[in-house]
């Protein structure tokens, strides 16, 4: 745009250098009085001039046809280009168009996929859930059987310490010197049971 | 390594105790000395201190022997112990040494635990039982326990024949425990 207007200016600037340069010795000719001009020297002055005005306007023209054939060119080019622009342009309204036309079974198509992955999806967590509800359960009866296993024989243990405590205050009162003075006797005579007993087992 | 070398060291002190007959003097003048030896600290340090001359050593010992009236036996057996710089080993000779020697003279070392202190009579029925089984002479020891509350533990060299309430009661818990 700036490129063509800065053409425009200088092809206006040349035309009125040249129309100065044509109107300008009609001019002069209107208004002087008919005394050298027409001598031999003043005709010989009138041609030198009129090479000077060719030469002037031969130089200031010399681009011309250059400058317009270019302009040309840029023109056409812009035209292609235009065309070009507006055939993509139609090309992607048509396609526009076209998806436009699918548009609504693209959508229901999607909506659809959407359904299958959610229900997929809840399924999936439902099956998960289900399997971490049944560990959890186990690992709790594993426990509640650990603890139990653990309090039967805390039980026992304490039975037992209770049942021994209980035989042991019986056996204070029942074990008279008597009573002991037998056993002692019992026991030195199964020494010789022991004895041999022991020696078989080493 | 150690235990080779004390029971050497024992054996030839038994071989000079036998050899003399007072093998029951030699063995009560060894523990007396070894008792004073482990109670008293002063006598430890002279003795295995490599700071106090062997001459030092030696003249405690004689001195430390006449108080104490200790066998000749024990008095030289010492002295090689310190000529060979071998004090700190005195406690394990002591060992060897009962070992040895009761097996020499055929003994037995009994131990003999109860809830109530035993009779005379019940001790000689004990000891004259234990020696026709065992063919040999037993040396006792009489220990009182009243938490075995009734029965009698003896131990005969590394075997217990235990008849105490306390460990039938012990069985019984178990076996209930385990139940």
């Keep these: 745009m700036i490129q063509s207007t800065r053409n425009l200016v200088n092809s206006i600037a040349r035309f009125t250098v040249a129309f100065f340069l044509f109107a300008a010795p009609v001019l002069a000719q209107e208004a002087a009085k008919p005394k050298l001009e027409d001598s031999p020297t003043g005709q010989v002055f009138r041609w030198i001039n009129f090479v000077l005005v060719v030469v002037i306007l031969l130089y200031l023209f010399k681009g011309a046809p250059s400058y317009f054939r270019g302009h040309a060119e840029e023109i056409s080019q812009k035209i292609a280009e235009g065309a070009r622009a507006r055939e993509a342009a139609e090309q992607r309204r048509a396609e526009a168009k076209a998806k436009l036309a699918t548009i609504d079974a693209e959508v229901a198509k999607i909506r659809e996929e959407a359904k299958k992955a959610l229900a997929l999806e809840t399924e999936r967590i439902k099956v998960q859930a289900k399997s971490e509800a049944e560990m959890i359960e186990r690992a709790a009866q594993a426990e509640i059987a650990a603890t139990e296993h653990a309090a039967r024989l805390e039980l026992r243990i304490l039975a037992a310490k209770m049942a021994i405590e209980r035989a042991e205050a019986l056996l204070k009162q029942e074990l008279q010197p008597k009573v002991e003075t037998d056993r002692f006797f019992n026991f030195v005579a199964s020494m010789a049971v022991l004895m041999g007993k022991q020696q078989a087992k080493n | ?179």
């Design chain 2, 1 to 179: 390594m150690n235990g080779a070398v004390s029971s050497r060291y024992a054996a030839a002190l038994v071989d000079v105790a036998l050899e003399q007959k007072n093998a029951d003097r030699v063995k009560s003048d060894l523990a007396a000395f070894a008792e004073a030896f482990a109670h008293s600290s002063d006598l430890r340090t002279t003795l295995e201190s490599p700071a106090v001359s062997r001459e030092a050593k030696l003249q405690v010992i004689q001195k430390l022997g006449a108080v104490m009236e200790l066998a000749q036996a024990v008095r030289n057996f010492l002295c090689v112990l310190v000529d060979h710089r071998r004090t700190e080993l005195l406690f394990e000779i002591q060992d060897h040494f009962r070992t040895e020697l009761n097996a020499r003279q055929n003994i037995v070392e009994a131990v003999v635990t109860s809830a109530r202190p035993l009779s005379a009579d019940e001790r000689n029925r004990l000891i004259k039982k234990l020696e026709d089984e065992t063919h040999k002479t037993i040396e006792m020891q009489f220990h009182e326990d009243a938490s075995l509350l009734g029965g009698t533990v003896v131990r005969l060299g590394s075997t217990v024949y235990d008849s105490s309430v306390r460990a039938q009661l012990d069985r019984m818990r178990e076996q209930l425990e385990s139940e």
